[in-house]
T-cell receptor, first 115, second 113 residues
């Protein structure tokens, strides 16, 4: 069974440039999550999707971050414009169920460096 | 909001020594999950505990959920170099459609061979 796929694995951009990350969850997983992980910290939820609906985006900085999951499968997270403080690892995860049985499967992440 | 705290932040052991990391929540948890992240890797699910006082074992790893469901621990017996990584606990902040996992900062375990 293929795991969660993310691309690119690494991205280096200059500040004020746009950047996009792509995620393909495990087949059949309706719930998709985007997390931000800073060095030495645990993952922090940015947004959660149930199928194509964003059910929790309260932690997403909406002035510069946007996300979509148009067909309820793969998803894209965008930052425009990027700031120096956005340098981090962006993790995508998926789960078969949400809630009490929601073991989350993480992708390899995209390491973003903003210069 | 809910806070999940882990101690210690770092732990260095000699191979063969035991290791324990502790997780404390500011609120009562319906369940707690543990993840392991190898250096340069991504978090991998280890286990979920649901019942008060629950103890689960996976080979050399023992997981415990406190009676009050506000704390948890992970104990590794006779560590090996393959145990190196950061161990995170994560607890849900609320139930139902607002389910959201809050991760602790993790405990980084290094093992000297």
């Amino acid at each position: 069974e293929a795991g969660v796929v993310q691309s690119p694995r690494y991205k280096i951009i200059e500040k004020k440039q746009p950047v996009a990350f792509w995620c393909n969850p495990i087949s059949g997983h309706n719930t998709l999550y985007w997390y931000l992980q800073n060095l030495g910290q645990g993952p922090e939820l940015l947004i959660r999707y149930e199928n194509e609906e964003a059910v929790d985006d309260s932690q997403l900085p909406k002035d510069r971050f946007s996300a979509e999951r148009l067909k309820g499968v793969d998803s894209t997270l965008k930052i425009q414009p990027a700031e120096l403080g956005d340098s981090a690892v962006y993790l995508c995860a998926s789960s078969l169920e949400v809630g009490e049985k929601g073991e989350q499967f993480f992708g390899p992440g995209t390491r973003l460096t903003v210069l | 909001g809910q806070q999940v705290m882990q101690i210690p932040q770092y732990q260095h052991v000699q191979e063969g020594e035991d290791f324990t990391t502790y997780c404390n929540s500011s609120t009562t948890l319906s369940n707690i999950q543990w993840y392991k992240q190898r250096p340069g890797g991504h978090p991998v699910f280890l286990i979920q505990l649901v019942k008060s006082g629950e103890v689960k074992k996976q080979k050399r790893l023992t997981f415990q959920f406190g009676e009050a469901k506000k704390n948890s621990s992970l104990h590794i017996t006779a560590t090996q170099t393959t145990d190196v990584g950061t161990y995170f606990c994560a607890g849900p902040s609320s139930g139902g459609s607002n389910y959201k996992l809050t991760f602790g900062k993790g405990t980084l375990l290094t093992v000297n061979p």
